[in-house]
C-alpha cells in the first residue's frame, strides 16, 4: 500500500509541476496578444506549490513512512482530472488536437448543441475583445512618441536660455 501511495503522490507532484511549465510557456507564448493572464499567474502559483507538496509526500512514503488508504483515496479523487487534463496539453503542446469535449455514448450528448452555442459566443465574445484591446493599443502607440520622433538637443528652453 505504502508504495502505491508514493507512486501516486509522485505521479501527482510531477503533474502539477508539469502544469505549471506548461502555463509559464503558453504565457510566454500568449504575452504579446493577451497581455497578462491573472488566471495562469494563480495557476502556476497552485502548481508549484500544490506540486512539491505531493513530491515531498511521495518521497516521504518510499523512504519508508507510512501511507494508508485514506491517502490514496485523496490522491486518486482527483488523479483522473488532473492526468487528462495533463495529456491533452502534452497533445496540444505536441501539436495534436488537445481540448475537446467529451462523448456520451454513440450520438454524442443532448446538450452538445446548446454548448457549442454557448462556446460560439464566448469565441465571439473573446474575438470582440481582442479587437477592442488592439484598437486600444493602436491609439495608445499612435499618441505616445515614437522613436523616429526629432527631440532637438536634449536640452530645455531654460538650459538653453529661453523664456516662455
Request: proline share 4%; with cysteine.
Amino acid at each position: 500500500m505504502r508504495l502505491v501511495v508514493a507512486v501516486a503522490n509522485l505521479t501527482l507532484g510531477f503533474v502539477y509541476c508539469s502544469y505549471g511549465v506548461m502555463t509559464i510557456l503558453d504565457l510566454k507564448h500568449g504575452w504579446r496578444a493577451n497581455g497578462l493572464s491573472h488566471f495562469g499567474l494563480a495557476w502556476i502559483a497552485m502548481a508549484f506549490t500544490c506540486g512539491p507538496h505531493h513530491l515531498e509526500h511521495g518521497i516521504h512514503l518510499a523512504l519508508g513512512r507510512t501511507g494508508g488508504p485514506l491517502d490514496l483515496t485523496a490522491v486518486l479523487v482527483g488523479a483522473p482530472a488532473g492526468i487528462g487534463w495533463f495529456l491533452l496539453r502534452v497533445e496540444a503542446v505536441a501539436g495534436g488536437r488537445g481540448d475537446r469535449c467529451p462523448r456520451h455514448g454513440n450520438g454524442g450528448s443532448a446538450v452538445e448543441p446548446a454548448l457549442a452555442e454557448l462556446r460560439h459566443e464566448h469565441i465571439a465574445d473573446d474575438d470582440r475583445q481582442h479587437r477592442d484591446q488592439q484598437r486600444r493599443r493602436e491609439r495608445r502607440e499612435a499618441e505616445e512618441p515614437g522613436e523616429g520622433l526629432d527631440v532637438g538637443d536634449g536640452k530645455g528652453q531654460y538650459e538653453r536660455g529661453e523664456r516662455a
